[in-house]
């Protein structure tokens, strides 16, 4: 009885040794499933990795469908004066508001990690329900509420609520997982191009949408199946240690005034240099990928061509998150950040905007280089946070805050973008990049915007270099302190 005693009581005393601000799943973290590796990790890997595919990969083609709404005489849409701009916002507000409405759900999950699994149900069945109704749509304004604003609301909820548990899965290969599963983005954006090209072309949109919303809501529902939290709730009530938990349960979840505020001290200034920096890097990254295939019908190419440039511009998209996440656990993500921006604003400015007029497969090289070097931004995120939070639950509300703003610079730059393209977009001459082009205030923008981030983005990384020599996270050091006393408040 000593000895059972005695094991409690050394128990109880690793449990003890948590701070307030912990989660439950942070004081028993020792007794779960291994960290970066095992059956389970690896389960939850694939299938964040599927659901990153599926639900990035549909909103990030809608420039097959932008084209097929515009151009294609099958096209349900009504001629409308105002139908243009609409069906731009959609291509943005998927992907914005699938971004932006991240800090609202962040933060819910952060005061109650247990409705994560009801959110992920609930934001698959309002994606599929907003992809099947849209197919009945027959206005620019319906496609905006459908897929849209109900696409990207559910997607948001579905989305989030699967990637939060990856800090629970992995730790020490964090930047190999987030690299990993980001590279779904660029194989979702390979395939869902070609699947809508040619189902547009066999059946119009009304059944190339139906077979789109099952192809998108079978994998997916089978993918939540598999994502869990590592420490599962009922097993933390249900353990042997059930006394110390509790105790442990009371303070773990930190109320509203307490989360704000431990984040509040962290949100220092050069962290906001870096949130600037996203969201102004965030108004361009899109903007290709939305308008090259509107690009090659002005130059009196087919749509498959367009679909081509798209399909490669995301198999880019996946070497570059890959191998910016596997880098970015060895290497400053901020030097990585810097040049995979500086590299996009050359590819942008000198293939897309000088030579692209020469011929076709510059758009191809382009294609190919942007999606390689841009494309490794968002795989850097959790590398990045943990220069400025120390704390897990944090971190992924902080995630969430990079994930708002970039989805609001991504409005921003669609409706940037509309006013930059010329709309008479018929004569193919005109449709070229420099000097004179309809498209060459679109290109200087782009441009411009990547090179400014990685001016901008120079500066983290000098500050952060310079750092290095003393200490490189204000929060595991001077502001460590705050961190840790501002649970006490």
Same mark, same amino acid.
């Given at each position: 009885?000593?000895?059972?005693?005695?094991?409690?009581?050394?128990?109880?005393?690793?449990?003890?040794?948590?701070?307030?601000?912990?989660?439950?799943?942070?004081?028993?973290?020792?007794?779960?499933?291994?960290?970066?590796?095992?059956?389970?990790?690896?389960?939850?890997?694939?299938?964040?990795?599927?659901?990153?595919?599926?639900?990035?990969?549909?909103?990030?083609?809608?420039?097959?469908?932008?084209?097929?709404?515009?151009?294609?005489?099958?096209? +349900?849409?009504?001629?409308?004066?105002?139908?243009?701009?609409?069906?731009?916002?959609?291509?943005?507000?998927?992907?914005?508001?699938?971004?932006?409405?991240? +800090?609202?759900?962040?933060?819910?999950?952060?005061?109650? +990690?247990?409705?994560?699994?009801?959110?992920?149900?609930?934001?698959?069945?309002?994606?599929?329900?907003?992809?099947?109704?849209?197919?009945?749509?027959?206005?620019?304004?319906?496609?905006?509420?459908?897929?849209?604003?109900?696409?990207?609301?559910?997607?948001?909820?579905?989305?989030?609520?699967?990637?939060?548990?990856?800090?629970?899965?992995?730790?020490?290969?964090?930047?190999?997982?987030?690299?990993?599963?980001?590279?779904?983005?660029?194989?979702?954006?390979?395939?869902?191009?070609?699947?809508?090209?040619?189902?547009?072309?066999?059946?119009?949109?009304?059944?190339?949408?139906?077979?789109?919303?099952?192809?998108?809501?079978?994998? /997916?529902?089978?993918?939540?199946?598999?994502?869990?939290?590592?420490?599962?709730?009922?097993?933390?009530?249900?353990?042997?240690?059930?006394?110390?938990?509790?105790?442990?349960?009371?303070?773990?979840?930190?109320?509203?005034?307490?989360?704000?505020?431990?984040?509040?001290?962290?949100?220092?200034?050069?962290?906001?240099?870096?949130?600037?920096?996203?969201?102004?890097?965030?108004?361009?990254?899109?903007?290709?990928?939305?308008?090259?295939?509107?690009?090659?019908?002005?130059?009196?190419?087919?749509?498959?061509?367009?679909?081509?440039?798209?399909?490669?511009?995301?198999?880019?998209?996946?070497?570059?998150?890959?191998?910016?996440?596997?880098?970015?656990?060895?290497?400053?993500?901020?030097?990585?950040?810097?040049?995979?921006?500086?590299?996009?604003?050359?590819?942008?400015? /000198?293939?897309?905007?000088?030579?692209?007029?020469?011929?076709?497969?510059?758009?191809?090289?382009?294609?190919?280089?942007?999606?390689?070097?841009?494309?490794?931004?968002?795989?850097?995120?959790?590398?990045?946070?943990?220069?400025?939070?120390?704390?897990?639950?944090?971190?992924?509300?902080?995630?969430?805050?990079?994930?708002?703003?970039?989805?609001?610079?991504?409005?921003?730059?669609?409706?940037?973008?509309?006013?930059?393209?010329?709309?008479?977009?018929?004569?193919?001459?005109?449709?070229?990049?420099?000097?004179?082009?309809?498209?060459?205030?679109?290109?200087?923008?782009?441009?411009?915007?990547?090179?400014?981030?990685?001016?901008?983005?120079?500066?983290?990384?000098?500050?952060?270099?310079?750092?290095?020599?003393?200490?490189?996270?204000?929060?595991?050091?001077?502001?460590?302190?705050?961190?840790?006393?501002?649970?006490?408040?």
């Amino acid at each position: 009885m000593w000895h059972s005693a005695e094991r409690h009581q050394s128990k109880s005393s690793k449990l003890n040794g948590t701070k307030a601000g912990d989660t439950l799943e942070t004081a028993v973290a020792n007794h779960g499933p291994p960290v970066d590796k095992g059956k389970c990790a690896v389960q939850y890997l694939m299938a964040m990795f599927t659901i990153e595919t599926i639900v990035w990969g549909f909103a990030t083609s809608f420039g097959v469908l932008f084209n097929f709404y515009q151009h294609d005489p099958r096209s +349900p849409i009504k001629p409308d004066p105002h139908a243009k701009l609409i069906l731009t916002l959609v291509g943005t507000i998927n992907t914005g508001t699938i971004a932006g409405a991240a +800090p609202l759900f962040s933060f819910w999950m952060a005061k109650k +990690p247990g409705i994560r699994r009801r959110l992920m149900f609930s934001g698959l069945l309002t994606c599929t329900l907003s992809l099947f109704l849209s197919a009945y749509s027959t206005s620019a304004f319906h496609i905006l509420l459908t897929q849209g604003i109900g696409y990207g609301i559910g997607g948001c909820a579905l989305y989030y609520s699967a990637l939060s548990h990856l800090p629970e899965w992995f730790d020490l290969r964090q930047g190999f997982a987030n690299g990993f599963v980001f590279t779904g983005t660029g194989l979702g954006g390979l395939i869902f191009p070609l699947i809508l090209n040619s189902l547009l072309g066999k059946y119009g949109a009304k059944l190339a949408l139906q077979i789109t919303t099952v192809l998108f809501a079978i994998p /997916i529902f089978l993918a939540v199946l598999f994502i869990r939290p590592r420490i599962p709730h009922c097993r933390q009530r249900q353990d042997s240690l059930t006394q110390s938990v509790s105790s442990c349960e009371k303070q773990a979840v930190p109320s509203s005034e307490n989360l704000f505020h431990n984040f509040y001290q962290c949100l220092t200034g050069i962290f906001c240099t870096y949130i600037l920096l996203n969201t102004v890097q965030s108004t361009a990254f899109y903007l290709p990928g939305l308008y090259l295939p509107t690009y090659i019908h002005c130059l009196g190419r087919r749509s498959v061509a367009g679909s081509a440039l798209l399909a490669i511009l995301n198999s880019g998209t996946i070497f570059a998150q890959l191998a910016a996440g596997a880098l970015s656990d060895h290497y400053s993500p901020f030097l990585i950040g810097l040049t995979a921006n500086l590299l996009g604003a050359a590819s942008v400015l /000198i293939l897309w905007g000088a030579l692209s007029h020469s011929g076709i497969v510059w758009l191809f090289v382009f294609a190919a280089v942007y999606g390689s070097t841009a494309g490794a931004w968002t795989s850097l995120y959790f590398r990045v946070l943990k220069h400025f939070v120390s704390d897990r639950e944090l971190l992924f509300s902080a995630y969430g805050i990079l994930s708002m703003t970039r989805g609001i610079g991504n409005i921003l730059g669609g409706l940037i973008s509309s006013a930059l393209v010329s709309s008479n977009l018929v004569d193919p001459h005109q449709c070229s990049g420099f000097p004179k082009g309809s498209f060459s205030g679109l290109i200087w923008f782009i441009g411009i915007v990547f090179l400014s981030s990685g001016l901008l983005g120079s500066f983290l990384w000098l500050h952060f270099r310079k750092a290095s020599k003393g200490t490189q996270d204000p929060c595991k050091n001077e502001n460590r302190e705050m961190c840790d006393n501002s649970s006490k408040f």
